[in-house]
Nanobody, 124 residues
Framework: QVQLVESGGGLVQAGGSLRLSCVAS????????MGWFRQAPGKEREFVAG????????NYGDSVKGRFSISRDNAKNTVYLQMNSLNIEDTAVYYC?????????????????WGQGTQVTVSS
């Protein structure tokens, strides 16, 4: 079982940037895809970004393309989400998730391990 702990959330003004980190415990981190999801109050969980087991392949939700960037450091068991040009619609709890496959897919059901979430609030 992989345990995931997110950090880096907080309050930021519109147009600003944040970088989220997710540290994983367990030996399987480097062999599975990782993803970031978010959930705003009253809304369904939304795929934000995913990265393959070796970092060679990434994919993004349409609402964040060109603004967010996902990366990973397998030596540190860490996945990152760099968020730029933040807007009010990006306000949500952000979750790190570990899949059981090599390549990231945008479906929450494909991810068996989840962090506790970190709040990101963007103010106008």
């Amino acid at each position: 079982q992989v345990q995931l702990v997110e950090s880096g959330g907080g309050l930021v003004q519109a147009g600003g940037s944040l970088r989220l980190s997710c540290v994983a415990s367990g030996r399987t981190f480097s062999s599975v895809a990782m993803g970031w999801f978010r959930q705003a109050p009253g809304k369904e969980r939304e795929f934000v970004a995913g990265i393959s087991w070796n970092g060679a392949s990434t994919n993004y939700g349409d609402s964040v393309k060109g603004r967010f960037s996902i990366s990973r450091d397998n030596a540190k068991n860490t996945v990152y989400l760099q968020m730029n040009s933040l807007n009010i619609e990006d306000t949500a709890v952000y979750y790190c998730a570990g899949a059981s496959v090599y390549y990231a897919v945008p479906f929450p059901a494909s991810y068996g391990n989840w962090g506790q979430g970190t709040q990101v609030t963007v103010s106008s």
